[in-house]
Nanobody, 119 residues
Framework: VQLQASGGGLVQAGGSLRLSCAAS????????MRWHRQAPGKPRELVAS???????NYANSGKGRFTISRDNAKNTVYLQMNSLEPEDTAVYYC??????????????WGQGTLVTVSS
């Protein structure tokens, strides 16, 4: 399974960005899709997650500003980020918990997309 993230870039404080992450491969099903981020000098942290049934969880850092969604038919997860702050500057990673009918499971990560918020 490969995850391809896109949508990062440079934005001014108060602006918005929409990240996308598409999963590709064969015969898999996705349970939970997640967005994480890692700022310079800091550990990677969870931003938001969404299950195949649409159950959503947000970290406190993004509550009220970020919206996670997914298109199950396209195996794609999105992160709409509004009211961005310089503190949101980080590399954003998508991840997916995947399973196959054979019983095999795995956790896969995308390559990361850089979000830079200028003050």
């Amino acid at each position: 399974v490969q995850l391809q993230a896109s949508g990062g870039g440079l934005v001014q404080a108060g602006g918005s960005l929409r990240l996308s992450c598409a999963a590709s491969g064969s015969d898999f099903r996705i349970n939970v899709m997640r967005w994480h981020r890692q700022a310079p000098g800091k550990p990677r942290e969870l931003v938001a997650s969404i299950t195949s049934g649409g159950r959503i969880n947000y970290a406190n850092s993004g509550k009220g500003r970020f919206t996670i969604s997914r298109d199950n038919a396209k195996n794609t997860v999105y992160l709409q980020m509004n009211s961005l702050e310089p503190e949101d500057t980080a590399v954003y990673y998508c991840a997916a918990n995947v399973w196959w009918v054979t019983g095999k499971v795995g956790d896969f990560w995308g390559q990361g997309t850089l979000v830079t918020v200028s003050s």
